[in-house]
T-cell receptor, first 116, second 112 residues
Framework: EAGVVQSPRYKIIEKKQPVAFWCNPI?????LYWYRQNLGQGPELLIR????????DSQLPKDRFSAERLKGVDSTLKIQPAELGDSAVYLC??????????????FGPGTRLTVL | SQKIEQNSEALNIQEGKTATLTCNYT??????LQWYRQDPGRGPVFLLL?????KEKRKERLKVTFDTTLKQSLFHITASQPADSATYLC???????????FGSGTQLTVLP
């Protein structure tokens, strides 16, 4: 079974430029998450999707960040314009839609963004 | 304010010993607690989940305890090996929003 796929793995851009990250979750997983992980910290949730619907985007800085999950499968996270403080690893995770309980999340390898 | 604290310093232990990692939390009421392993350049990988009404969970050389009175979880790796060297993250799930909140992790190094 293929895991969560993310691209690109690395991205270096100048500040004020736009950038986009792509995620393909595990087949059949209804829930998709985007996290940001700063060096030496744990992942912090940016947005969670249940199928096509963004059910929790309270931590997404909406002035510059946007996300979409068309057809409830692949997802794209965009930053426009990027700022120096956006340098981090952006992780995508997916989980199956369980009826109850705490879902195990399956993470992709992440995209390491460097903003110069 | 809400806080999750893991061992503040990196942890070095000798091969064959038991590693014990700590996760303390404040102002959370987790229904579940999960532990993940993260290697450099990779995403976290799920290891174990424990529910609030469970005191202990085991999987091979791994053991997790969960004390909701102390607001603490302990993660043990017995007979540790150099291959166990990684960062270990605890994550809380309060159960209502199906959302995990992660600690900052403990970097474990097992010395041969």
């Amino acid at each position: 079974e293929a895991g969560v796929v993310q691209s690109p793995r690395y991205k270096i851009i100048e500040k004020k430029q736009p950038v986009a990250f792509w995620c393909n979750p595990i087949s059949g997983h209804n829930t998709l998450y985007w996290y940001r992980q700063n060096l030496g910290q744990g992942p912090e949730l940016l947005i969670r999707y249940e199928n096509e619907e963004a059910v929790d985007d309270s931590q997404l800085p909406k002035d510059r960040f946007s996300a979409e999950r068309l057809k409830g499968v692949d997802s794209t996270l965009k930053i426009q314009p990027a700022e120096l403080g956006d340098s981090a690893v952006y992780l995508c995770a997916s989980s199956p839609l369980g009826a109850t309980g705490s879902d195990t999340q399956y993470f992709g390898p992440g995209t390491r963004l460097t903003v110069l | 304010s809400q806080k999750i604290e893991q061992n503040s310093e990196a942890l070095n232990i000798q091969e064959g010993k038991t590693a014990t990692l700590t996760c303390n939390y404040t102002n959370y009421s987790p229904a579940y607690l999960q532990w993940y392993r993260q290697d450099p350049g990779r995403g976290p990988v799920f290891l174990l989940l424990i529910r609030e009404n469970e005191k202990e969970k085991r999987k091979e050389r791994l053991k997790v305890t969960f004390d909701t009175t102390l607001k603490q979880s302990l993660f043990h790796i017995t007979a540790s090996q150099p291959a166990d060297s990684a960062t270990y993250l605890c994550a809380l799930d309060e159960g209502s929003a199906r959302q995990l909140t992660f600690g900052s992790g403990t970097q474990l190094t097992v010395l041969p």
